[in-house]
């Protein structure tokens, strides 16, 4: 296995101009982190109450109450505060940065003397603490706070957060493993073994490595631990949906390297499988890195949506079945998403292979962006492909289908997850692995780079996904060392699965080709080698990437006669607001040719796409009238799509991604 730990090049070294992205980034410290802020405190009127400040307070004695919210209500605070220290990468900022410090300081003051965090157990239940793994997400929620604690250690310097959790995570060492008189469990909401192993890669401490893979190891091994809880426990269940409790819920079914298929919560899922690739790379451990192989091929060509979203089930958030992929029931949450996009990440890095970053990008540009309002103040937990509002109603089998994003949730955890997730954006963008430069997203960027002991500035500016024009120049830093350099720079580009004709030259205007001699094309990057000594290098890279029609597998029961469109990574959909009510009522000819077109006024600006269709004319029909023996009539329509991620961004109505050809 030919591994590196972490090779993303370190989020203050980035700086993203790209104005796609950047409509969504630039709101992350001005608007999306002082909101979530405010709703942590309960300032908001009109919100579902946080309570979550509150509950510090409370557990640090400075408060008096009960505790309320989620049994893991903490990691509403804790992915904020990740959040910060993303933004804070970017720029100080001495303000936000006093605010993190103070709020570092109450979870301080409520950590418990021999190091637990938890304000639900603190609280509520002081003596119930590790009894209740299946249900209680102690080891979740710490597993959130040791990411925010990283991230806010390596862009601030600051250890004070750090040596916090770390007495924490000591505790969990501790307390879980193999020997006599630890608990022989794991977690009943995997999340701490992927953030153990970023907290050995920064402290340098093996010990959180090897607890990581006690985690895994143990999972789904002999007697399942959570059903053994289940037979001594007392007390009621906090979440009743769990009684006859399903182990391929929690993934604890069998061993980790006997899975095959994506099972059970679809988050908990790509949580674990993240962490089994983080292990597998730092362990070199061939055997679980073919498990990720095994899961990562069952979910991505059986079992995900064409937005890049998992987890089809309503119930339970979970995958069902190979091909079952229904459009207007489906869950798809938001963090399975961000899940499924940081697992594609390692296994891209571990084994520098174009394809995972291909769905990674279809995860990020669809599902996570539809996620977000384009205000940065309401948010969708749920990301149906198909939308009729009337029929969204509490206590059928569509409750959980909003029309409209919902300024917070009870269980929040997608929010401040999308915030982090936009904030750490620039660790997608490249892989450095020794003097070879990775471009995974032709995301507009400036970047700093260590060579061989000098620095080179690179940047990279276009216009995508509207325009498949990149200029990308590699220039070595004027305060850069003059340090002799053995080996060549390898720049590697990410050849998109969808891109036609992929040309890269060089020169100030792209007028010369690259030689076969100094270019290859390995697992879906054109590998380019730059000579030793180079002082600047502009490169232009192009591509077709044209709107087109897609069709899903004919398996896929739910898609069947159906098509919808995609141009680059960008999935389109039709809405009421464009297109007017009934879109089922409405097919389209797949063999038309689609007309693109940018609208500068239309969602902050966007490509749209015009098309030709036939709509059911329903004033032929009686309203009275059910059924009939009438043939259908059709109109002619003209169409407009709009991408799939903007959608619910102007006026309530229906949304459809897939139309009946």
Not at 313 to 342: K, V
Not at 421 to 426: D, Y
């Amino acid at each position: 296995m030919k591994k590196h730990a972490n090779s993303s090049i370190p989020l203050k070294d980035i700086k993203i101009t790209d104005g796609f992205w950047n409509k969504y980034i630039h709101l992350v410290k001005d608007v999306i982190i002082p909101y979530q802020w405010e709703i942590l405190n309960d300032r908001l009127e009109d919100v579902e109450t946080s309570h979550c400040i509150e509950n510090f307070k409370i557990a640090a004695g400075e408060s008096e109450g009960e505790f309320q919210g989620a049994v893991f209500q903490d990691t509403d605070v804790a992915k904020w505060l990740e959040a910060v220290g993303f933004a804070l990468s970017y720029g100080r900022d001495a303000q936000l940065e006093k605010l993190a410090d103070e709020t570092i300081e109450l979870i301080g003051r409520a950590q418990q003397p021999d190091g637990y965090i938890n304000t639900y157990f603190t609280i509520k239940e002081p003596g119930a603490r590790w009894t209740n793994l299946m249900e209680g997400h102690e080891l979740y929620t710490a597993g959130h706070m040791i990411e925010a604690a990283v991230a806010y250690y390596e862009s601030t310097g600051k250890r004070r957060f750090l040596d916090i959790v770390s007495r924490f995570a000591d505790l969990i060492c501790d307390t879980f493993g193999n020997r006599q008189g630890q608990i022989h469990g794991y977690p009943g909401h995997q999340e701490i073994e992927l953030a153990l192993v970023k907290l050995y890669r920064v402290t340098g401490n093996r010990r959180y490595l090897e607890q990581a893979k006690y985690f895994i190891d143990a999972r789904g091994v002999g007697e399942n631990y959570f059903l053994k809880e289940v037979k001594q426990r007392k007390h009621k269940l906090i979440f009743p949906e769990f009684d006859n409790y399903d182990t391929k819920y929690s993934q604890s079914d069998k061993p980790v390297r006997k899975q095959t298929t994506a099972e059970g919560h679809a988050v908990r899922a790509n949580y674990m499988y993240t962490a089994m690739a983080d292990i597998a790379c730092e362990c070199d451990d061939d055997e679980l890195l073919e498990a990720c192989d095994r899961l990562w091929d069952n979910m991505v060509h059986k079992r995900m949506y064409i937005t890049g979203s998992v987890g089809s089930s309503g119930i339970l958030e979970r995958f069902t079945t190979d091909y079952d992929l229904p459009n207007d029931c489906n869950y798809s949450e938001t963090c399975a998403t961000i899940a499924l996009a940081m697992f594609g990440k390692r296994m891209a890095d571990i084994k520098k292979d174009a394809s995972y970053m291909d769905v990674v990008e279809r995860a990020l540009y669809n599902t996570l962006l539809s996620g977000i309002a384009m205000d940065g103040k309401s948010f969708f937990y749920v990301n149906p492909l198909e939308v009729w509002p009337a029929n969204c109603i509490p206590r059928t089998s569509k409750e959980h289908v909003k029309p409209v994003r919902q300024k917070w949730f009870g269980v929040a955890c997608c929010p401040p997850n999308i915030t982090r997730t936009l904030a750490s954006l620039g660790q997608y963008v490249y892989f450095q692995e020794d003097n070879e430069i990775y471009v995974n997203l032709y995301v507009a960027n400036d970047t700093r780079v260590a060579i061989d002991g000098n620095e080179y500035d690179i940047s990279m500016k276009g216009n995508f996904p509207w325009e498949n024009h990149m200029t990308f120049s590699i220039t070595k830093a004027k305060n850069s060392n003059d340090t002799p350099s053995d080996d060549d720079i390898v720049l590697a580009f990410r050849i998109p699965g969808y891109a036609k004709n992929f040309v890269v030259t060089y020169g100030n205007n792209g007028e010369k080709h690259i030689s076969d001699v100094d270019k290859c094309i390995e697992k879906g990057y054109m590998k380019i080698n730059l000579p030793k000594g180079c002082e600047e290098n502009t490169f232009e890279i192009t591509f077709d990437a044209p709107a087109v029609f897609v069709h899903a597998n004919p398996k896929v029961r739910a898609d069947a006669g159906k098509t919808a469109i995609m141009k680059g990574p960008l999935v389109y959909c039709i809405e009421e607001v464009d297109n007017g009510a009934n879109l089922s009522a409405i097919k389209v000819d797949p063999c038309q040719q689609l007309e693109e077109h940018y609208e500068a006024d239309v969602l902050g600006g966007s490509s749209v796409i015009g098309l030709k269709g036939k709509r059911c004319i329903e004033s032929a029909w009686d309203d009275d009238c059910l059924y009939a023996v009438n043939q259908p009539r059709y109109e002619d329509v003209q169409l407009k799509a709009v991408p799939y991620c903007y959608w619910g961004n102007r006026k309530t109505g229906e949304m459809q991604v897939w139309m009946r050809e």
